[in-house]
């Protein structure tokens, strides 16, 4: 996979010099999109998955705001598994890419920053329509 199609993105993390923990903040300059919906996964079973399914315009960022999960990343030639488990560090996914989420922690949180309200039309829900799509 092409590095330009997903990316590792570290979010600034600011450490309280008393000792109370740390702060990460996410800003407009932070990701090439502006935000248009936020929404977490929890209680995801250890033995699930979530995603599978690919956006045709839709970017995402995925954090892993407690505990650890594995993303799998497809541009429908090649697969990267990507894991994730720093609050400051986020996975931005482009459009175009097939991702399903899997090996859930327990505990673990999955914070998804998007560029786009919820458009069902946006969305690739089978394997055969993706690849039709990226032959387009």
């Given at each position: 996979?092409?590095?330009k199609?997903?990316?590792?993105?570290?979010?600034?993390k600011?450490?309280?010099?008393?000792?109370?923990?740390?702060?990460s903040?996410?800003?407009?300059?932070?990701?090439p999109?502006?935000?248009k919906?936020?929404?977490?996964?929890?209680d995801?079973?250890s033995?699930?998955?979530?995603?599978?399914?690919?956006?045709?315009?839709?970017?995402?960022?995925?954090i892993?705001?407690?505990?650890?999960?594995?993303?799998?990343?497809?541009?429908g030639?090649?697969?990267i598994?990507?894991?994730?488990?720093k609050?400051?560090k986020?996975?931005?996914i482009?459009?175009?890419?097939?991702?399903?989420?899997?090996?859930?922690?327990?505990?673990?949180?999955?914070?998804?920053?998007?560029?786009?309200?919820?458009?069902?039309?946006?969305y690739i829900?089978?394997?055969?329509a993706?690849?039709?799509?990226?032959r387009?």
């Amino acid at each position: 996979m092409k590095a330009k199609q997903f990316e590792i993105i570290e979010i600034p993390k600011i450490s309280d010099p008393d000792g109370r923990g740390n702060l990460s903040v996410i800003e407009k300059q932070i990701l090439p999109f502006s935000i248009k919906r936020v929404y977490y996964l929890y209680d995801v079973p250890s033995d699930s998955t979530r995603g599978g399914h690919a956006h045709k315009e839709l970017q995402q960022f995925l954090i892993a705001v407690s505990g650890s999960f594995d993303v799998v990343l497809d541009d429908g030639n090649k697969k990267i598994t990507v894991s994730l488990n720093k609050p400051n560090k986020g996975l931005l996914i482009p459009n175009g890419i097939w991702r399903e989420l899997e090996n859930f922690s327990a505990g673990s949180v999955c914070l998804s920053l998007v560029s786009d309200v919820y458009k069902e039309s946006d969305y690739i829900r089978t394997y055969d329509a993706f690849k039709s799509f990226i032959r387009t």
